[in-house]
């Protein structure tokens, strides 16, 4: 699909493009062409997730196009997967003045009644370690110890049976995540006294 503009656009002034993409993982790429009339400048965003997620397409500091002459605007999908229907949402295409820093705000994971949180913004690149009856640790991009926070994560059995694992945090979703969660089971050791 293309979307000719009956006038040359001024984009120079702003930071990129933001913009809704509903995925269905399925595979295959979402492009997004703008065109000066001699060049093109292309962005391309993986179908590897489900649901909706906003996306931030910054500027690339190295591009032919001109900024100040955006003649159309072009949406593809490459790379199409055999033997498979592909569904791909779109929504609010913007030119955004700025880039935000996506980030997550006091996440939790909850299992069953059992939930562990921590008060804080995790910037992108960062991560927590979270064990029971110890302190969070905070991993940053620009450190290679962590910061030992003052949470102390509470005790954690679980019950025998399957459990309901759920993330979250408090303000909406920016950036994508991953959680992972390690089950360590009750260890028991026989002890035996030597005689000496």
């Known amino acids: 699909m293309r979307k000719p503009f009956l006038q040359p656009v001024d984009l120079s002034k702003h930071q990129g493009i933001g913009m809704w993409m509903r995925g269905d993982g399925q595979g295959g790429k979402f492009k997004l062409q703008f065109h000066d009339g001699k060049s093109a400048l292309d962005f391309y965003i993986d179908n590897d997730?489900?649901?909706?997620?906003?996306?931030?397409?910054?500027?690339?500091e190295s591009r032919t196009m001109d900024l100040t002459q955006v003649r159309s605007l072009s949406?593809?999908?490459?790379?199409?997967?055999?033997?498979?229907?592909?569904?791909?949402?779109?929504?609010?295409?913007?030119?955004?003045?700025?880039?935000?820093?996506p980030s997550?705000?006091?996440?939790?994971?909850?299992?069953?009644?059992?939930?562990?949180?921590?008060?804080?913004?995790?910037?992108?690149?960062?991560?927590?370690?979270?064990?029971?009856?110890?302190?969070?640790?905070?991993?940053r991009q620009d450190r290679t110890l962590p910061t030992v926070t003052s949470t102390i994560a509470p005790s954690f059995t679980l019950p025998?049976?399957?459990?309901?694992?759920?993330?979250?945090?408090?303000?909406?979703?920016?950036?994508?995540?991953?959680?992972?969660?390690?089950?360590?089971?009750?260890?028991?050791?026989k002890v035996s006294a030597s005689k000496h």
């Open 49 to 60: 997730y489900t649901g909706w997620r906003y996306q931030q397409l910054p500027w690339p």
């Open 75 to 101: 949406i593809y999908y490459n790379g199409l997967p055999a033997n498979k229907t592909i569904a791909c949402g779109i929504d609010g295409i913007k030119a955004i003045p700025a880039i935000d820093q």
């Open 104 to 139: 997550i705000v006091n996440p939790y994971v909850q299992i069953g009644l059992k939930r562990m949180e921590w008060k804080g913004k995790l910037k992108q690149g960062e991560y927590l370690v979270i064990w029971p009856e110890e302190p969070v640790l905070h991993y």
């Open 160 to 189: 025998k049976g399957k459990q309901t694992v759920h993330f979250g945090c408090t303000e909406g979703l920016e950036t994508a995540l991953r959680v992972r969660i390690t089950r360590q089971p009750a260890e028991k050791h």
